[in-house]
């Protein structure tokens, strides 16, 4: 591996609360080259606000500061907002978490796939609605041209995680940030939007954050996991080896999931005391 | 104090509640305008309790010789056409103006409230009369419809106050049934049906208060229309019986001075846009802190 | 021994759309029944109409053997209960766990309103310090404790279970999933649990009805999830796809 | 996702249902206003035969008076007789001009059209741009200068605004025209065509009462619509606000869309479906007429009309008045409905 | 700035109702037709005090046979160009008597009816004999004949715009068919109302081409537009802004009107029935206090209700503020005190001020006044139903002879409910005792001038002592108006005011 994508030490995200001031991020710190990472952690473990920092997202009130936050070597805290803005979607684009809310709900679904691709590339009209078709069609979309011209209301969950995918890979970033991109699928289309994404990664040699609380999902698409809670990194480990972690959070997460042929009387539940946690 | 005000997981009710109204409190007082209204409310209340000590002079009493003195030492505001000293008018009709507000607070805002939660609640042809009604009174001009009222109730503040009343509560219902209608499906209030809970109990203990924050904040911002509708009913001669010093009524007959007596119409009509400024402030800072969807932003 | 629920041919619609339609299913006293199936089909509109909130209903059914009316009533809200799926709906946002808590009391007219507070709190596992708390100021796991102690204040027989923990990330998944196997343990309840997720099924129930498009397709044992052994397609499709 | 192609025939017969129960739903509204109208107007303690007789009018003639405009017949009597005569496109006579009122009407309600329509332009132009300027800076000074500047157009009395406006403006500064529609010597010079002395004179290719009438006009309206402004504004700044903290605007930032893009683009799209309401809303408010700035500015509007009509218990008028005002009120609502429906894909 | 040959007036017109002669009661709509149109003699703009001829250039009485005869003027011509006709007098009146509508009153004094109304009025050639029935004073007969009703309208232009048998009254109500200075040519009510000069009036076209009354309600626009040059003339001025007028290119004229001002106490009222009330109550006005600030130059002090500056009026003041004086009588009397009732008032300047300023000088006394503002319909409502208690309001003569006010303030020989008659002395249920009742009639029969004006001050001097009404004030009218405007004429009503020789330099 040599430079890395993306750099990050000791990551802080901080937001003012009437008890004081609350860090929701507290030092993460990772290096991301073409590969894929896996962030996971329970709810509110502070996975999203991670993605958002990296992009500059975090709206004020709060407050993002980091030792270290670099994209190919420049820094991204104090790159000016218009060069900031040049890279968002081009570079460094993100999946956002809820695509029902995601999606701006008075505009086509095609406008806003457009949209993404119009911003960094001056194409003609017919060449972007051929690239949105592409696009659509390579996140396992039937029926393009209709949808395209749909409504985020007049789509599914399902649906809309697509177009939200198709969305973020249609300009070609360097690093995509899936945050929680596949919970609204149904198992085989999520291994098939899955698979897409990896492809990317390794043809084109994107560099992959994919945020999930899905243990099994992000050991069996990750090369690297991060395991967060309360807005720490507890584990760092490969993702062969997640059975093989260590810290108890770790284990208890991967304890307490129910299995298909369950015969366990009680399922073992997080003992909270064993870290420092909220 | 703080801590037990502020503790996450109070022991009582009543430090429950103290603490939820301390939080919010301290929120509210952290804005700027809403700090300026409370203190120009605040400053209401005083001068409407404490009149008589404030205001140096009678507000009836009368002294020809001493017609449309502007402003001076002896009369801060300067006096009326009847020699009447306006500062002590001013002050006197602050009890009037604070009589109007809480009035229309208390008639209006419920009667909305009631209306606008049991026509979302039951929808169907109780909605649709409901609202029907509401409709009606809202397709009415709100000034026409309060001087008819006053018409016929016969003139007077009492009778100006109820008239106002009458004409604001459709506002409040539409309000409260948009409201109603979003968590009429909620699955608290199915959970409580589930529990036995019959539909008044629904509406009145699990509905209505959740209304109430949106239309506590709805009701200040109206007031500054309220007074000014009371001051409209001034204007057009209705409304407080003179010598009432009833601020529109004021400004209504030193109209007629406005161009080279100014004060007599523009003191009361300063009077009028500085509590009308302070609830509006009041209001939009109550928005900020009680309406959970713009919580958080200034 | 009479059923605890038992349905009849229950058709089931909406302003005019039927959704369910022929669902028949008996439910033994004591026993925990699921119902699982694909988003859609029909699993919440069932515990729905048994808790009379659908009431566009036909066919029979009838709970600890008494015929059910078509709306929610009194007699009913003491035998049977449902928890909700969304803890964070299910709670009404102004008040504290202890209005939460003396409200089905007050309905009903109960007395000793704070021991048996205190008692359900200790239940499902919640310290007394939540008591005053709102729903803002816990966590959803929380919440869903509160939900189901209010369930159990009226100490029903029977409690329905939408989902209860589809909206609660693994490891408070599985303190609910304790608690709610644990009660039923304690109390002798009845469940009815919906769910689509096939390993919580495996974990909390004894028998299992799968439904698709608003019918149900097949009843089995809890056994058929350790190996398998379903006979209609659809539920074979269900099992495959939960990685079974 | 399951489609319901509309079958033409079918989403006709939509429209016809919806058109039907639409129309029952505004005739009782209708009803319901001319009845609480009517009613508030005969409990009133004015006698309307005053208006017509005088007050030192003889028992006979004011019994004859009484007779004559149906006042002895009962109460409902007289409201269904009303109604049958407004069914039948006869409003009645105004006792207070002595003239039909539909004829009344038809003088009044252009001149607080056009009063009120520059008026709502202005708040429109003006107040939509203030609430998303300080919406995007919420929070800074700019913010909070808009919001104290809305705020006062809620505080400020018409009335007085109207007359230190025209002391102002007209008699000091002599930038504006005086109060009344138009110059009395420019009166009659333009036939009524519309009514809408702007457009008329510009039909006529009359400049010289174009401008005379514009710069009468501009000082009233603009009062208007300050206040109107200030509701736009707030109610812009906090819709946008809403719609800032929204995650698809993050979305759009995220794809490297620019500010002015993300503000315009995405966040103003969802609000203006409710600011249309607003608006509209807003613009009804005007159309009743603004009974204070009609009288300072002695403009023969609808709000004068109604109210002069009001204090004579002049029941027809009140009555003709109200019904064009609820129409107004009606129509308004309507067309924010439609309006709604083309911008707004989740209603359609 | 206003052109040259037009008059620019800002006044409030919104209380016309009706501008045809046979209905216009209102005090704009008098204007109007005093400017329109011509009756046989009428009170003219040279001096509106003097009975002068108009359509008839001679006339004669006969109190004996109870006729007056008059010779149509030669060469009157009606707007329309029609000639003056002696159809069109008889015509004219006659149409009052049929349409009877308000005014009628005034000229079914005289005896006449729809049914005898066309005998009573007759022509022959160019002379006209109007024949009455009663014993009147000639002096009033003319009186009457030169009131407002009595106006000549052009009744070939009028009866060709009859609808449905209405002698043209609603044409007449939008349009004009005078012989008048001026014709009528824009009316739009609360609006605008513009008059176009008649070139050919048999006295002299008038110097303006036309006159323009804009609508403008409120005084104080009125005034900016007065200041600006705008107008030329600002009609509803009040008091203290006329005093605040410093520019030398605005002039105010004052104009004594006929109105007078009184507070009256209905006899329906317990508390108000003692005369010791009605004696103190004259004491207890502040009649300078008022008309030296707030009335100043709007109105003089005047205690008897025919106003002053017309023969026959009373122009002792024996009354005023003593406070003292009027604790004593009401002492003396034994009235119980404090009284309090309800006192209306028209909710416009001055009246609402007056009424404070009584309520402050009454309270003293310890009779309180609650002041119910009103519009003025509600209180005339109420005037009507003889509901109120106290009432502070005015009355104008319907025409120029003291018995039009002798019979409303001295006259009321029947105090029953059913006979409504429109006097302050019914309204306010006072029932006049006998002997004032006779005289009120005899003094309207007294055929001797002189004797009969004493008989009118007498009847004066009894009201002033003892009734329940306390008149306080006459009127006066300030018009203030560009300085180059001369030659206005406003006599003591409305029905006297003049544009026909206004002229601007
Ligand atoms: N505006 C804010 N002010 C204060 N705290 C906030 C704010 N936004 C988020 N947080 C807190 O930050 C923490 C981390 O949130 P984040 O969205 O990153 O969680 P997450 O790990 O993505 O959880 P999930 O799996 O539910 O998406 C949470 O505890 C949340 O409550
Ligand atoms: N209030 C309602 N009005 C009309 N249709 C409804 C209503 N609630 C549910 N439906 C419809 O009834 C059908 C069954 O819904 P139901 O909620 O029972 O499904 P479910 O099996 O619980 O699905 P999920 O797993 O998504 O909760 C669906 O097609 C749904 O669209
Ligand atoms: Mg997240
Ligand atoms: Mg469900």
Known sequence: MTEPLLSVRDLRVTFPTPQGPVEVVKGVSFDLGQERLGIVGESGSGKSMTGRAILRLIRPPGKVTAEKLAFQGRDLLSLPEREMRALRGARISMVMQDPRYSLNPVMTIG??????????????????????????????????????????????????????????????????????????????????????????VKDKGMGLILISHDLQLVARYCDQILVMNAGRVVERCAAGELDKATHPYTRGLLASVPRMNEDRDTLPTLDRTAWEGT | MHAWLISDSPASRLQASAGRFYRAGGLLLRNPLAVAGVLIIGLLIVTA????????????????????????????????????????????????????????????????????????????????????????????????????????????????????????????????????????NAEFVSATRLLGASHLRIIFAHVLPLCTSSMIVRVTLDMAGIILTAAGLGFLGLGAQPPLPEWGAMISRGRVFILDQWWVATMPGLAIILVSLGFCFLGDGLRDVLDPKSAGKS | ????????????????????????????????????????????????????????????????????????????????QMVFQDPYGSLHPRKTVDAVLSEPLAIHGLGNRSERIEKALRDVGLDRRFRFRYPHQMSGGQRQRVAIARALMLEPKIMLLDEPTSALDVSVQAEILNLLKRLRAEQNLTYLLVSHDLPVVGFMCDRVAVMTKGRIVEIAPVDALHHGDFTDPYSRQLYAASGG | MSFNPDVPSMRLARFARSLGGFAVVTAL???????????????????????????RATNAQYETARIAMGLDRPLIVQFFSYVGDVLQGDLGTSVSTGRPV??????????????????????????????????????????????????LGYSVPAFWLGLVGLAVFYAGLGWVGGPGRIDVFYDGLVEPVTGLLLVDSLLDGQMDVFRNAFHRIILPATILGFFSLAYIARMTRSFMLDQLSQEYVTTARVKGVSETRVIWGHAFGPIRVPLITVIGLSYAGLLEGSV????????????????????????????????????????????????????????? | ETPPNLLVVAQNIDDIVAIDPAQAYEFTSGELVTNIYDRLVQYDAEDPTVLAAGLASDWETDAEAKTVTFTLRDGATFHSGNPVRPEDVTGSLARVIKLDLTPAFILAQLGWTPENVDEMITAEGNTITVKYDGDFSPAFVLNVLASRPASIVDMETVMANEVDGDMGNGWLNENSAGSGPFELQTFRPAELVRLKANPDYFKGAPAMEGVILQHVAEAATQQLLLEQGDVDMARNLTPDQIAGIDSDEIKVEAFPQAAVHFLSF?????????????????????????????????????????????????????????????????????VELPITVEL??????????????????????????????????????????????????????????????????AYNSDNSDENYQATTTWRNAWAVPDELNEKTMAALSEPDADARLDQYIELQQAVQEESPIVIMFQAAYQVAMDDDVSGYVNGATSDFVFYRLVEKD
């Open chain 4, 29 to 55: 509204t209708f009803l319901g206003l001319l009845a609480i109208t009517f009613f508030i107007g005969r409990v009133v303690p004015i006698d309307p035969v005053l208006a017509v007789v005088g007050d």
């Open chain 2, 49 to 184: 309790i404490f009149a008589p000590w404030i205001a140096p002079e009678s507000p009836v009493g009368q002294n020809l010789s001493n017609r449309l003195l502007p402003p001076s030492a002896d009369h801060w505001m300067g006096t009326d056409e009847l020699g009447r000293d306006i500062f002590s008018r001013v002050i006197y009709g602050s009890r009037i103006t604070l009589m109007i507000v809480a009035l229309v607070a208390v008639i209006s805002a419920p009667l909305g409230l009631v209306i606008g939660a049991i026509s979302g609640y039951f929808g169907g042809w109780t909605d649709r009369v409901l609202m029907g009604l509401t409709d009606v009174f809202l397709s009415m001009p709100k000034l026409i419809m309060a001087l008819a009222f006053v018409a016929a109730l016969g003139p007077g503040i009492e009778n100006a106050i109820i008239a106002i009343a009458i004409t604001a509560w459709p506002a409040y219902a539409r309000i409260a049934r948009a409201e109603t209608l979003t968590f009429r």
């Open chain 4, 102 to 151: 539909a004829q009344d009407l038809v003088r009044v309600f252009p001149a607080t059209l056009e009063m009120a329509t520059i008026g709502i332009i202005i708040g429109v132009v003006l107040g939509v741009p203030m609430g998303v300027y300080a919406a995007a800076r919420a929070g800074s000074w700019s913010d909070q200068v808009i919001r104290v500047l809305a705020l």
């Open chain 5, 344 to 409: 209306d008032v028209i909710n416009a300047a001055p009246f609402t001020d007056m009424a404070q300023s009584l309520q402050a000088s009454f309270a003293d006394a310890g009779i309180n006044f609650e002041i119910l503002p009103g519009t003025g319909a509600q209180v005339i409502t109420k005037y009507r139903e003889r509901t109120h208690a106290a009432m502070l309001l005015y009355w104008g003569p319907d025409f120029m002879d003291p018995h039009s006010n002798a019979k409303a303030f």
């Open chain 5, 266 to 334: 209905n006899q329906k009222n317990d508390a108000l029935t003692d005369p010791a009330v009605w004696e103190a109550a004259r004491y207890l006005v502040d009649y300078s206090g008022m008309v030296d600030s707030f009335l100043a130059g709007q109105m003089e002090i005047h205690q008897a209700f025919w106003p002053k500056g017309f023969p026959g009026a009373l122009e002792d003041t024996p009354y005023s503020y003593d406070p003292e004086k009027a604790e004593q009588i009401l002492e003396e009397a034994g």
């Open chain 3, 1 to 80: 021994m009479t059923a605890a629920i038992s349905l009849n041919n229950l058709d089931i619609s909406y302003s005019g759309t039927r959704v369910v339609e022929g669902v028949t299913f008996d439910v033994a006293e004591g026993e925990s029944f699921a119902l699982v199936g694909e988003s859609g089909s029909g699993k919440s509109t069932v515990l729905k109409a048994i808790a009379g909130l659908a009431p566009e209903w036909s066919g029979e059914m009838s709970i600890l053997g008494q015929p059910r009316g078509h709306g929610p009533d009194k007699d009913l809200a003491r035998t049977c």
């Open chain 1, 111 to 200: 406008r806003q796939i457009a949209e993404a691709l119009r911003v960094h590339e001056n194409l003609s009209r017919s060449a972007t609605r051929a690239r949105v078709r592409d696009m659509l069609e390579a996140v396992q979309i039937n029926d393009p041209d209709r949808v395209a011209n749909m409504y985020p209301h007049e789509v599914s969950g399902g649906m809309g995680q697509r177009v939200m995918i198709a969305m973020m890979l249609i300009p070609e970033p360097q690093i995509l940030i899936a945050d929680e991109p596949t919970s609204a699928l149904d198992v085989s289309v999520q291994a098939q939007v899955l698979d897409l994404i990896d492809t990317l």
């Open chain 4, 292 to 348: 204070m700035i009609e009288t300072v500015f002695s403009w023969p509007g609808i709000g004068n009309y109604l109210t002069t009509a009001l204090f004579n218990a002049d029941m027809n008028a009140v009555l003709g008045a109200t019904l064009v005002i609820g129409a107004v009120f009606i129509l308004i609502n309507k067309v924010s409905d439609v309006l709604y429906r083309v911008l707004d894909p989740r209603s359609r």
